[in-house]
């Protein structure tokens, strides 16, 4: 059986899809399998952002990375899924990461 690309599932698809991953990559951590539990999170996190809306991410705007409290990264474009730019106070390299790492600031005062 061939196996669908994330971009090919339905929105029902992609939560199994998480839910299986999730599942594994909890197995993989009580027997102590550090690669394949980071391995199984990466894929999980690549699931997730396909149930976003990448409209919803803005460019020029600064985001915290999930699983990272305290490094921020500012969007310099968006190209499917993925957020191009740069972690704030980093070595200005610009790089990809999926949107659904990336946690919406929360306004002080509106």
Same mark, same amino acid.
């Given at each position: @059986?061939?196996?669908?690309r994330?971009?090919?599932?339905? =929105?029902?698809?992609?939560? !199994?899809?998480?839910a299986?991953?999730?599942?594994? +990559? %909890? /197995? &993989? $951590? !009580?027997?102590?399998? =550090?690669?394949?539990? &980071? =391995?199984?999170? %990466?894929? &999980?996190?690549? +699931?997730? +952002?396909?149930?976003?809306? #990448?409209?919803?991410?803005?460019?020029?705007?600064?985001?915290?990375?999930?699983?990272?409290?305290?490094?921020?990264? /500012?969007?310099?474009?968006?190209?499917? =899924?993925? &957020?191009?730019?740069?972690?704030?106070g980093?070595?200005?390299?610009? $790089? +990809?990461? #999926?949107?659904? @790492?990336?946690?919406?600031?929360?306004?002080? !005062?509106?």
């Amino acid at each position: @059986m061939e196996e669908k690309r994330y971009s090919e599932m339905s =929105v029902y698809e992609l939560q !199994q899809e998480i839910a299986r991953l999730n599942e594994k +990559a %909890r /197995k &993989a $951590e !009580q027997l102590g399998m =550090v690669n394949e539990y &980071a =391995v199984l999170e %990466r894929k &999980a996190t690549m +699931a997730k +952002a396909y149930l976003l809306d #990448p409209a919803d991410f803005k460019e020029n705007e600064i985001y915290e990375i999930e699983g990272s409290p305290g490094t921020y990264f /500012k969007i310099d474009y968006l190209k499917g =899924v993925f &957020a191009w730019g740069f972690r704030i106070g980093g070595e200005k390299k610009l $790089e +990809a990461l #999926p949107i659904s @790492m990336l946690k919406r600031l929360q306004k002080t !005062q509106e």
